[in-house]
C-alpha cells in the first residue's frame, strides 16, 4: 500500500540510520564533565558522539554506506499518472477510503487520471476548510436546503458499481490522495461544475482550472478592504 505521508519520513529516518550506522554503538574514552553546566554536557556527548562516527566509518564498505545514504524508493512523491496507478497493487482503506473512492466514480470514473486527482483535491480541500465538515465522508454526503453537494448521493438512482476496472482505478487514485499525494492540479479548489451548467456562485469565485469535464473554483481571499 502507498504511503505518501511516510515520504519525507524515511528519508529523515534514513539520514537517522547514517548517523548510527557510522557511530556503530561505540563510545569514545571521553569522560563527561561533573559540571551542572547543561552546555558543557551537551559539548562533551557531542565529542563522544563524532569520536564513535569515526571509529564507526572505519568498519563500514562503501557498498553499505551507498545503501543506507540512498533516499528511500518512493521519497519523492509520485506523480500520479496511468502508468503508475498500474503498477500500484489494489487499494483498500477504511470508511473515509471509501467514501473518497465513491464520490470519484460516480462523479469522475469518465475522466483521466488528472481529471479524478482534481476531485479528489476538491473533496479533501473541503475537509480542511471550517466551511464544510471536516470528515471525507461528511463532505461527500453534505446536503443543504437546496439538495446535496454531490447530486449522485441523493438523485434516488442506485449506487451500484457497475464498472469493476474502474472503480478499481479510481480506489488508486483516492488511496495515493488520502495518503498524502501533493494536491497541484486545482490550486486550492473547493468547487466544480461541468460546462453544461452555469451556477450563480461561479460569478462569486475564483476560477483556478478546468480539467476534462469539470470547472474548478475556489473562494476568493478576504482583506481587511472588503
Not at 548510527?20 to 551542572?36: E, M, Q, Y
Not at 479533501?124 to 437546496?146: I, K, Y
Not at 482505478?169 to 466544480?192: E, I, L, S
Request: proline content about 5%; aromatic content about 6%.
Amino acid at each position: 500500500m502507498l504511503n505518501v505521508t511516510s515520504y519525507a519520513t524515511k528519508a529523515l529516518c534514513g539520514a537517522a540510520i547514517v548517523i548510527l550506522s557510522l557511530s556503530g554503538g561505540a563510545r569514545a574514552d571521553v569522560a563527561v564533565s561533573g559540571s551542572n553546566d547543561p552546555s558543557e554536557q551537551i559539548d562533551q556527548h557531542l565529542v563522544s558522539l563524532m569520536s564513535g562516527e569515526r571509529d564507526g566509518l572505519g568498519k563500514l564498505s562503501a557498498k553499505r554506506i551507498a545503501k543506507i545514504t540512498t533516499t528511500p524508493e518512493g521519497a519523492t512523491p509520485p506523480k500520479i499518472t496511468a502508468e503508475w496507478l498500474a503498477q500500484q497493487p489494489a487499494a483498500k482503506g477504511g470508511q473515509q477510503f471509501e467514501c473518497l473512492a465513491d464520490v470519484l466514480y460516480h462523479e469522475a470514473r469518465g475522466e483521466s487520471v488528472q481529471g479524478q486527482v482534481a476531485v479528489a483535491e476538491v473533496v479533501l480541500n473541503r475537509v480542511e476548510d471550517p466551511a464544510f465538515p471536516n470528515t471525507v465522508c461528511g463532505v461527500v454526503h453534505q446536503s443543504n436546503r437546496r439538495g446535496c453537494q454531490f447530486s449522485w448521493t441523493c438523485d434516488g438512482k442506485s449506487d451500484r458499481i457497475g464498472e469493476s476496472s474502474a472503480y478499481s482505478r479510481v480506489k488508486k487514485v483516492a488511496r495515493a490522495m488520502m495518503d498524502g499525494a501533493p494536491r497541484v492540479v486545482t490550486d486550492g479548489a473547493t468547487f466544480f461544475h461541468t460546462p453544461a451548467v452555469k451556477p450563480s456562485w461561479a460569478r462569486r469565485f475564483v476560477r483556478t482550472a478546468k480539467v476534462g469535464a469539470h470547472i474548478f473554483y475556489r473562494k476568493p481571499v478576504r482583506t481587511a478592504s472588503n
